[in-house]
Structures are given as C-alpha cells and as structure tokens.
C-alpha cells in the first residue's frame, strides 16, 4: 500500500464510524456519542498497527520518487 491510499482508507473508516454513530440509537451510547468525531491520527495509527501485523507494507513516497508502481 502507499501513503495515498492509506490516508484514503483512514479518511474513509473516520466517516464511516461517524456514520455508524449518528445511526445508532444513543439508548445504546453515552448522550454525547453523535458528537463524538475520530481523530484521524489515531484511527491512522490503528489501521498500520493492524496492516504491520497482518503482513502488509507501506510505500513511503518521497519527493523524487519514480513514477513506477511499487509493484514492478
């Protein structure tokens, strides 16, 4: 994976857990649960915790990087 994509799937899951939150009735949550928002770092820092542990590596672009793919 590279940097872009995993700012994707970070941007995408802080959404999605909003969502889920606004959704759900608050009988189930603190009153304060729909104002709740995911700090991308955190939610950032779970998801390379999760890929490092399943096997999975991430390409650090840098500013003179090939145009390449990382997988040629």
């Known amino acids: 994976m ?7 799937v970070v941007r ?8 889920v939150l606004r959704l759900k009735g608050s009988e ?4 304060n649960a729909k104002d709740i ?3 991308p770092a955190s939610v950032r820092t779970v ?3 999760a890929l490092r542990s399943a096997g999975i ?3 650090h672009e840098s500013a003179g990087a090939s145009e390449e793919p ?3």
């Open 12 to 19: 995408h899951l802080c959404e999605q857990l909003h969502v």
């Open 2 to 8: 590279t940097d872009d994509q995993v700012n994707l």
């Open 47 to 49: 998801l390379l915790t």
């Open 28 to 31: 189930a949550h603190p009153p």
């Open 57 to 59: 590596t991430i390409h």
């Open 70 to 72: 990382p997988w040629s």
């Open 37 to 39: 928002v995911y700090d």
